[in-house]
Structure formats: C-alpha cells, structure tokens
C-alpha cells in the first residue's frame, strides 16, 4: 500500500507541475460558468410562453461545451508523458504498467471530480441567478440528480479521454479523433435521424443523460434508455479505454 502511495504522489507532481493543465481547468471553470450566465440572462429575459422544461435544462447547456476543457486535460495526463518521452522513466521506476495505469486513472478521476462539481454546481447557480424569477431550485423534482449526473459525466469523460491517449500515445493524435467526434455527435449526428439509433451509444451521447430532468427526452435528442442506462453505456465506454490502455502498455515498448 505505501508504494502505491508512492506511486499515487508521483502521478499527481507530474499533473500539478504541468502548467497547461491548470489552464484547461480552468478554462473549464470560467467557460461553463459564463456561459451559464449569459444563457441565464437570455432566456430569463425573453418570453415564457412555450418554453416548457426549458429553465431545467439550460444550465446543463455549457456543460456540453465545457467538456472540451476536461477532455483535453485527459488527454494532456496521459499523451504528455509520450510526447515528452518521460514515459520511458516513468515504467522504470514503476515497471507494473498496472499500477502505473491505476495510479494515473485515480489522480486523474480525483482531479477531474472536484473540478466537475465545482463546474457543474457553479454553472446551475449562475444560470439559475441569471434567469432571476425564472429559475428553477435543486429542490425542484430531478434537479439535483441531474446535476450530480452532471458531475459523473464530466469526470467519466476526463477519464475516457486518458485512456483513449494511453491507447494512442500522442495527445494531438487523441484531440484529432475526440474533439471532431464530440462536436459533431452533440450538434449534427444526434439530430440525424437514420442513424440516431445508433449514435445514442456513443459515450457523449449516452453519458449526457444523466443530465436529463424527466423522461427519456434530452435536449440533445432522445434516448431509447433511462438514466441507469446512460451509466451503463458510459462506464462501458470509461472500461473499455481504461482496458485498451493497460493492453497497450502491456504489448508496447514505452
């Protein structure tokens, strides 16, 4: 236990010693937070007539762009050492590439959840301040599910992320496929019906409902599954890049 202690320290120096990922942090943070603001203001100050659930949903809207921010952190914990070559010393000194995954996937997930609660809270109370007597409350049905649903997506995405890099071994390589993927899932193949059936199970696509206040409808589209069912996919997702970096650590030389 105290050498992976030790092992637990030396994945969290690397991460508080690389500047860059502090900024995506906190472009994260400021991101999600004002775009919060300035949707809260927005739709506050326009009509209510028709908007329905609206004021529920819209403080999840930035979360969707902000993840961005915290993929690119994931990707930056993992490619970063491989870009560098600082990988090589690193499964020297801890040459159970097992424990050297673990490591790097707890400091990431540990980093990665206190920021997502700190974006996903500050992001409801800034839309919900902006949207002023139109507001919704944590108390209000569903509310504070989706919100910790929010957090959970945030920080599985992170997560994923690391491992797709660990996979990939180069982090620009690993923004090339994510950052595409993401944003064309979330703004174009969502709302193409023919394939919608099948880009449900993509991890972004999945994983954002757990941000859904009721029902199976999400402002992204609908999903054929619930909020459990969104967990599933996700976590499966989170495995399945988390077991592709560990067999790529275990067949390939650093």
């Known amino acids: 236990m105290s050498a992976f202690a030790g092992v637990l320290r030396a994945e969290w120096t690397k991460v508080a ?15 999600c937070v ?29 979360l969707v762009i902000g993840q961005i921010a915290l993929v690119a952190f994931g990707v930056l914990v993992a490619g970063a050492e491989y870009s560098s070559g600082t990988v090589r010393a690193s499964l020297v000194a801890v040459p159970a590439r097992g424990v050297f995954l673990a490591a790097k996937t707890l400091v990431t997930a540990g980093v990665a959840g206190v920021v997502s609660v700190v974006v996903a809270f500050g992001t409801f109370f800034a839309t919900q301040w902006g949207l002023g007597e139109h507001g919704v409350s944590l108390s209000d049905p569903g509310m504070t599910r989706a919100v910790l649903g929010a957090c959970v997506y945030l920080t599985a995405m992170c997560v994923f992320a690391m491992g797709v890099a660990t996979v990939l071994r180069s982090s620009a390589l690993s923004l090339g496929i994510l950052l595409p993927l993401l944003f064309l899932n979330s703004q174009g193949l969502s709302s193409v019906p023919a394939i919608r059936s099948v880009t449900q199970y993509l991890p972004d696509q999945a994983g954002a409902g757990l941000m859904r206040v009721g029902g199976t409808r999400w402002f992204m589209g609908e999903l054929t599954f619930g909020v459990l069912g969104s967990l599933l996919v996700l976590l499966g997702w989170v495995a ?9 650590l275990r067949r390939r030389d650093a």
């Open 17 to 31: 010693t690389v500047r860059s990922t502090w900024w995506s942090l906190f472009t994260t943070t400021v991101l």
């Open 34 to 62: 004002g775009l919060g603001v300035l949707l809260g203001f927005q739709v506050g100050g326009g009509s209510s007539d028709g908007r329905g659930d609206l004021e529920a949903l819209i403080a999840f809207f930035p």
């Open 240 to 248: 399945a890049a988390l077991a592709g970096g560990y067999l790529s």
